[in-house]
């Protein structure tokens, strides 16, 4: 199948080589150790989906459906590798067989890359099993990524059952009070980071585009039934507040949790604080009830 793009997907570009900072510090991610243990109720396998190298997490018992999830990283670093443990806890308390790829890093690879390697992946799984309930989710960049496909897809994949967004970078604009307010609490993220990874990605493109930024797309139909869940810590916290307020306002379910005192993405690095017990018995909850439809309740009124 191919998918038809609520907004215009812009041809890929080239970009500009790596400074050697960013090399050095992707080099050190490589090679850290993955936070989470690998799950034993998961078989974890590298693959190639939509000709992108992928990382797929299938739980050992028959799977209710997929998930194809996006690491964060500032569109610039990470990959899916180190999230192995993380993922295969997905998959086996999750039910589902989740899918993460490894998708094309600016400043070699700007805006639009990462989305042409996302749909390139959406796309070939739709295309193997159309009728197999789908969710999208992601954290970081991941999840401003994951929306903007949900955005720009979703009205083409009647399979989307539902999105999860742990604390999503949905405004390139890094205009946001909490980026001030959260200042001298956020451990992981600042401003001046922050605009200096949506310079690599963006590379002269407006910060406004839906699909760059997508708390300001116009219209959110794609989107399905979201769980965001961000600390109150960081920077980001008013990006996962907005887009829940726009999603409300447009009847699309949604579920806000906000963490105290709680760090960037903080359920995918520390497995042993209980918060992150909880944000992972949350998200793995929220993929069951969607993936097999008792999620799904409808309005009396409608």
């Known amino acids: 199948m191919a998918l038809r793009s609520r907004y215009p997907l812009d041809p890929r570009r080239t970009g ?4 050697a900072a960013l090399v050095e510090t992707r080099d050190a991610i490589t090679g850290a150790v993955s936070p989470y243990t690998l799950a034993e109720g998961a078989m974890v396998a ?41 993922l295969s806890r997905l998959a086996a308390d999750g039910g589902c067989r989740v899918i993460a790829p ?21 796309d070939a799984v739709a295309a193997e099993a159309p009728d197999v309930p789908m969710m ?17 897809f979703g009205e083409s994949l009647p399979s989307l059952r539902g999105a999860v967004l742990l604390s999503p970078w949905l ?9 001030e307010r959260c200042a001298p609490s956020d451990r992981l993220f600042s401003r001046e980071s922050a605009q200096d990874a949506a310079n690599s990605y963006l590379q002269g493109l407006p910060a406004d585009a839906p699909l760059a930024s997508p708390l ?33 306002a447009q009847h699309i379910g949604v579920e806000l949790s906000v963490i105290p005192h709680m760090q960037h993405v903080s359920p995918t690095l520390f497995p042993d604080l209980p918060s992150s017990a909880r944000s992972l018995s949350a998200i793995t909850r929220f993929m069951r009830e969607r993936l097999n439809g008792t999620g799904l309740i409808a309005d009396p009124q409608s």
């Open 16 to 19: 500009r080589p790596a400074p």
């Open 46 to 86: 590298e693959r190639t989906v939509g000709g992108v190298r992928c990382i797929v997490a299938s739980p050992r018992q028959s799977a209710l459906g997929g998930m194809i999830y996006f690491h964060g990283g500032g569109y610039r670093l990470g990959g899916p590798d180190r999230m192995a443990g993380f």
């Open 102 to 122: 490894a998708y094309a890093l600016a400043p070699e690879n700007p805006y639009p890359a990462a989305l042409h390697d996302a749909a390139a992946v959406i």
């Open 136 to 152: 999208i989710g992601g954290d970081s960049a991941g999840g401003g990524l994951a929306a903007a496909c949900c955005i720009a």
């Open 171 to 179: 405004d390139l604009r890094v205009c946001a009070d909490s980026f």
């Open 216 to 248: 300001l797309a116009g219209a959110l139909d794609g989107m399905p039934s979201t769980l965001i869940i961000a600390g109150s810590a960081e920077v980001l916290i008013q990006d996962s507040i907005d887009f829940a307020a726009r999603l409300a």
